[in-house]
């Protein structure tokens, strides 16, 4: 499996030490200490939104925002490689997590299967930052089965009339603007009756819902759609192919979800705190930490080796697959590691943070991430979704 989809990177060249001289100017001057401190502290999938706006505004700037992207619609066309180093300087230097449902999802599918005008009026916005995206797909009765959505949208002369609920929604009260699958016909197979919309959050008759995480944190939201108008200059593809956009933006965003610089940075930071502790820390646990480096090592190397010429062209269809699930659940091998060694403190309450007692602060943080990526392995697809995939790959290989 691995062999299928790795390749030979020796047609990839980069001069290393110049192009990271430059990457590390750049950090230097331009992550400040609240940036580098935002970056530190993130717990869920993003770090704390004005920080990450304002980060994303830097790159922008750069001309670095968008490196996967084509450069004539704005990347930085850098090769594989290059992202890799980037994305590993970013981590090292505690540069905060941006959102990644413009950039990383939907840019990517705009370009590939927008019209003209969809590509002209987003994807600047996108880059700029200045357009936040959430995505509505998942719905109360349809998660894992994500083809039995029963949002409806009803066609009338130039727009379609939607109604119905979105739920889980990352970031809908960040955001400005939703892309979502809903459902314009149900007389055949389930998945054939879906269209993919791109919604104006302020629209009239959409209200936003928070749902707090277990951690006691709002990153999710219900999202309830009461007759929205959205024009059919919305839609991206033809009606009723809104399933295939759908797998497209998963395949193009679910390779990035965990990538392997997010958990460097959680390894990394456990590692400080362990070194910072070592004298009560059983020497086992040093062990896990170095089987860890070594499994986010080989993860760091699939990953290049398998998107050689660009993130959206995955050679193998089951390669996003292979990458979420190894990803997400390293992510939460380390943050476990991290609470087991914080011992005691790591039960800290929550409210623990407004004590100011820094070992306690400290082991409240370390258990609300535990708890923020236990979540990772159930959004973007389920392991045991993704574990289905792959099967299913390897039985049609
Ligand atoms: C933190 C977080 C953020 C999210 N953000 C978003 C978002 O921004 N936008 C959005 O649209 N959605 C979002 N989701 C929703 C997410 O995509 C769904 O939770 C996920 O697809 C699983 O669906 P479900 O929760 O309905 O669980 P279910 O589908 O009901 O699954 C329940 C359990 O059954 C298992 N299961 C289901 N079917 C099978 C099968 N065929 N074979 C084996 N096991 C199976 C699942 O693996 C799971 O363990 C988010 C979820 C979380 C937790």
Not at 196 to 214: N, Q, R, W, Y
Not at 221 to 235: C, E, G, S
Request: glycine share 8%; proline share 5%; hydrophobic share 45%.
């Amino acid at each position: 499996m691995v062999a299928a989809v790795c390749k030979d990177l020796t047609d990839d060249p980069v001069d290393e030490d110049a192009f990271l001289a430059e990457v590390r100017a750049f950090l230097d001057q331009a992550l400040t200490p609240d940036l580098r401190k935002a970056g530190r502290e993130t717990i869920g999938v993003h770090s704390e939104i004005g920080a990450a706006r304002l980060w994303h505004r830097r790159l922008f700037q750069r001309g670095w925002i968008a490196p996967a992207w084509p450069v004539a619609h704005g990347g930085a066309g850098w090769t594989a490689r290059q992202r890799f180093l980037f994305d590993r300087e970013c981590a090292r230097n505690d540069a905060p997590v941006l959102s990644a449902s413009g950039v990383r999802a939907l840019g990517p599918l705009l370009i590939e299967q927008g019209t003209p005008a969809q590509r002209a009026r987003y994807l600047p916005a996108i880059l700029s930052g200045a357009d936040l995206w959430c995505q509505g797909f998942s719905e109360p009765g349809a998660g894992s089965d994500l083809a039995a959505i029963s949002t409806r949208a009803v066609r009338e002369g130039d727009v379609y009339r939607v109604t119905g609920t979105k739920v889980w929604t990352t970031g809908a009260h960040h955001s400005n603007r939703m892309f979502a699958i809903v459902r314009t016909d149900d007389t055949g197979r389930k998945q054939q009756g879906l269209t993919f919309l791109l919604i104006d959050m302020d629209s009239p008759g959409l209200t936003v819902t928070p749902i707090l995480g277990l951690a006691g944190d709002h990153e999710f939201n219900q999202v309830f759609l009461d007759d929205v108008r959205v024009p059919v200059a919305n839609r991206v593809g033809a009606e009723n192919d809104g399933w295939t956009m759908a797998k497209r933006l998963m395949a193009l965003a679910r390779s990035n979800n965990t990538p392997p610089a997010l958990v460097r940075r959680v390894l990394m930071r456990t590692a400080r705190d362990m070194a910072a502790i070592r004298d009560r820390l059983e020497p086992s646990m040093f062990a896990r930490l170095a089987r860890l480096q070594i499994a986010l090592d080989a993860y760091e190397q699939l990953e290049l080796r398998s998107l050689p010429t660009g993130r959206a062209d995955a050679a193998d269809p089951a390669t996003p697959s292979m990458l979420k699930l190894i990803g997400t659940e390293l992510h939460q091998q380390v943050a476990e590691l991290a609470m087991e060694a914080e011992g005691p403190f790591a039960a800290a309450s929550l409210q623990a943070l407004d004590l100011g007692l820094a070992d306690l602060d400290h082991g409240a943080h370390v258990t609300a991430k535990h708890f923020c990526v236990r979540a990772a392995t159930v959004y973007s697809g389920t392991s045991e979704t993704q574990r289905n995939l792959i099967a299913a790959r390897l039985l049609s290989a």
